[in-house]
């Protein structure tokens, strides 16, 4: 009955507009008043849950994500992939799609990427004839691969909250985000072939060679980042650390664009952002005692281990239940309420925790794209100048590939446990 009342407090709140981690404080602080169990212990529970080394990461990843949008490296990133697939059919499509395989490895964002990139591929698509739904479908589906490929800001939490290697995870991820931006490029290569859109005349492999000279340092980020972290040089936190400061560098250095008030606004934004997370956080963490006191994570267990016989019928029923709730509430408070029930019951299941956190990760990264709470689309049509309803609408044959992708990760687990147990 409580539980009930609590779900149902928090669900109006939230569709009155409330922010999802307030929401949760509040529904919580009302439990812990009624109980008579005291507001104290309640902000102590709050600050314990922000009081994690490895959540340091977070804030720091999103400050480099800042500074290379705000230093004007994605603009030489787009230049190159341009150079790379601009001539193939589906031309700026492709492009689009492998900008943000390239940013993924430096920012760890979706959001970053749709909102980095966003607003010069779609302006560039417009420019050659595209149309504004296909330019803004593509940028928000490629968007999602920013979280698949080291470094990736959802895997820290997912590590954190699980328990699992952060490095496992990274390397884990870039099987399936490879996939993701092959799928999406075979998608854009028909329907642009449909369409009849334009392509960009072939590069010469000077143009290209230089391109790629200019956008080298950007592009070693992540292997700077895993390769520190697999070599021992530092952790998964320190890594997000030597990535803001790499980030600095490769700007002073070689592009020297970054200046004291872009530096300033990414700061501010970086602020800003980590404030909105640590708020969720710290909702979920009292929430989370809430629930743990009701046994809803025992309630919860049960209810899978009695409809789910086999792992693949266990990671049917998850993925369906976290398509639902992406559809309605926000991917980070997904995963840091739904991942912590729900790891156990996958070990129990022999799945493997690096190989669960794929499809957790893969999973999210669709439900950015799922209006109407997918956060993608807003992003998208505020940078691109798209409206919503037209873009929630464009991006439904679009999750197509991604889906696909999860289905065969959930099948083969060796496309996200591979390479993780070849480097040991």
Same mark, same amino acid.
């Given at each position: ?12 709140? %939230?569709? %009155? ?9 509040? %529904? ?71 900008? !943000? ?7 760890? !964002? ?41 470094? !990736? ?50 590069? !010469? ?58 530096? =300033? ?132 044959? =679009? ?26």
């Amino acid at each position: 009955m409580i539980l009930s009342i609590i779900g149902l407090a928090w669900l109006l709140m %939230v569709l %009155v507009g409330v922010p999802i981690g307030i929401a949760m404080i509040f %529904v919580s602080m009302g439990y812990f008043y009624y109980t008579g169990m005291g507001l104290t212990f309640a902000v102590q529970r709050m600050v314990d849950g922000l009081n994690s080394f490895p959540m340091l990461a977070v804030p720091l990843f999103i400050l480099a994500a800042a500074i290379l949008n705000s230093s004007r490296i994605t603009h030489h990133l787009f230049g190159f992939a341009r150079a790379l697939v601009g001539h193939i059919t589906g031309g700026l499509g492709h492009v689009n799609v492998l900008a !943000s395989l390239f940013f993924s490895g430096m920012s760890g !964002s979706a959001l970053a990427d749709a909102g980095g990139l966003g607003k010069m591929e779609i302006e560039a698509m417009r420019d050659a004839g595209y149309d504004e739904e296909f330019a803004g479908s593509v940028t928000a589906a490629s968007s999602m691969i920013g979280p698949l490929v080291p470094p !990736s800001i959802t895997m820290v939490l997912y590590g954190v909250v699980s328990n699992t290697s952060i490095g496992q995870l990274f390397l884990g991820g870039i099987v399936p985000g490879v996939m993701c931006a092959i799928a999406l490029m075979v998608m854009v290569y028909f329907m642009a072939k449909r369409r009849g859109y334009p392509t960009d005349a072939r590069k !010469s492999y000077g143009e290209i060679g230089t391109l790629f000279i200019k956008s080298l340092p950007a592009l070693l980020t992540p292997v700077v980042i895993v390769g520190g972290i697999f070599s021992g040089y530092f952790s998964p936190t320190e890594a997000a650390a030597i990535t803001v400061v790499y980030a600095i560098m490769i700007d002073m250095i070689f592009y020297r664009e970054l200046t004291i008030k872009r530096l =300033w606004n990414a700061l501010y934004e970086t602020t800003a952002t980590s404030a909105g997370i640590a708020t969720i956080i710290a909702g979920v963490s009292l929430l989370g005692y809430v629930l743990a006191r009701e046994q809803a994570p025992q309630q919860i267990a049960q209810l899978f281990l009695s409809i789910a016989n086999d792992p693949i019928s266990f990671l049917i029923a998850v993925n369906l239940m976290i398509f639902v709730l992406g559809c309605l509430v926000e991917s980070l408070a997904i995963l840091l309420i739904v991942v912590p029930i729900l790891v156990p019951i996958a070990i129990s299941f022999g799945i493997d925790p690096v190989h669960f956190g794929i499809i957790i990760v893969l999973n999210l990264m669709i439900s950015i794209l799922t209006p109407p709470m997918g956060m993608a689309l807003f992003v998208v049509a505020q940078v691109g100048n798209i409206p919503y309803l037209k873009l929630a609408k464009s991006i439904l044959p =679009w999750l197509l590939p991604p889906i696909i992708v999860l289905i065969l990760v959930c099948v083969f687990p060796v496309l996200a446990t591979g390479l993780p147990n070849l480097m040991g």
